[in-house]
């Protein structure tokens, strides 16, 4: 594995490799010297062209982890507002030395262009393009939800996939590159997946895709997920106007205050509730909600450390080697 761009041409084995690192990355963070020298002398590169809190800082925080140097790039603020193209900007990378360019962009594809370009010779990892896939995101959902399964099943994640469990993915399909990334991954690890969202909000082509399609959030809720993904609604990427109304929104794909007290109805104590963040509260999920002990989402947040660790240990270090192996492990 070279590049990290999507989740869809994501093998079972690399995804399996990625989420059992990440268990040993989230060990090392657990000591009281969080660091590891594994990537001492290398340099990573964020590079951002769209806004991020949890992305950027965690691929900031997995990357010092390591022991890398980190340079961290926005679009705001860069030569980009001058109308420097990605070209330049990435040969000006390449030219400071970049092992690995860590990117967001706003067009879909952008992070392939980059990777099969030529202009840089560095590990290229996808922290979100357009609509189209943020696998680190997907990879540190599975993360969390494994975890979760494992916990209930007593048994060990590490080595496991998702087989059996049932994940419900709720809201702004159409804009959502998570739910793409999530769907992809989710289905490869085994797992089976519905997407709720209004009509409106889905993409063309969706009756094609591996999973079921529902306009109706409480039948779904009646089929028993484990897990229920909330998507945010990006308003920033809608040109025309909301559809539906903010109200309905809520009150037909929301996760409110009365749906959290219908898990406990349905006698699914059991089922966790999921969002990438950032959230918009009181629109695709009500504050008591996303404040409820079934809610992962900051532990999805430092779970991202981990994977994104996990993500650029083994695109740098040589990959899923014996040889990167006994150097984790006697770090
Ligand atoms: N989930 C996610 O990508 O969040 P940020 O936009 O804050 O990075």
New binding site residues.
């Given amino acids: 594995m070279k590049h990290l761009l999507s989740t869809r041409d994501l093998s079972r084995t690399d995804a399996l490799a990625i989420l059992d690192t990440a268990e040993q990355m989230a060990a090392v963070s657990q000591r009281e010297v969080k660091k590891l020298p594994v990537l001492r002398g290398r340099t990573v590169v964020n590079l951002f062209f ?9 691929f900031e925080a997995a990357a010092k982890r390591l022991s890398a140097d980190v340079i961290n790039f926005s679009a705001k603020g860069s030569s980009v507002s001058k109308g420097e193209s990605l070209k330049d900007t990435a040969q000006t990378l390449a030219a400071i030395g970049a092992d690995a360019v860590v990117i ?1 962009h706003g067009s879909s594809g952008a992070p392939a262009r980059l990777a099969s370009s030529g202009w840089i010779d560095a590990a290229v990892l996808n ?2 393009d357009g609509t189209h896939e ?1 696998p680190t ?1 997907a990879l540190l959902d599975a993360f969390t939800m494994r975890r979760h399964w494992a916990r209930l099943h007593g048994t060990a994640s590490t080595g496991t996939d998702l087989t059996g469990m049932h994940v419900v993915i709720v809201g702004d399909v159409l804009h959502s590159r ?1 739910a793409r990334s999530d769907l992809w991954l989710l289905r490869t690890l085994g797992a089976t997946v519905t997407l709720v969202a209004p009509p409106t909000l889905l993409p063309f082509g969706v009756e094609s895709w591996p999973c079921e399609v529902s306009y109706d959030l409480d039948a779904a809720l009646e089929t028993r997920p484990d897990a229920v993904m909330m998507l ?1 609604v990006q308003g920033e990427r809608m040109h025309s106007a909301f559809f539906p109304s903010v109200r309905e929104y809520s009150r037909r794909w929301g996760f409110d205050d009365v749906r959290l007290r219908r898990l406990d109805t349905l006698g699914l104590e059991d089922t966790i509730l999921l969002h ?3 959230m918009n509260r009181g629109l695709e999920i009500s504050s008591r909600a996303a404040d409820s002990p079934r809610a992962t989402i900051l532990e ?1 947040v430092s779970n ?1 450390v981990s994977v994104r660790m996990a993500s650029l240990y083994l695109l740098l270090a040589g990959g899923n080697t014996p040889a990167a192996t006994a150097t984790l492990e006697n770090a």
């Fill in positions: 769209e806004d991020s809190t949890r992305t950027r800082i965690s967001r922290a979100g943020h995101q998570v945010r990438p963040g950032p999805q991202g």
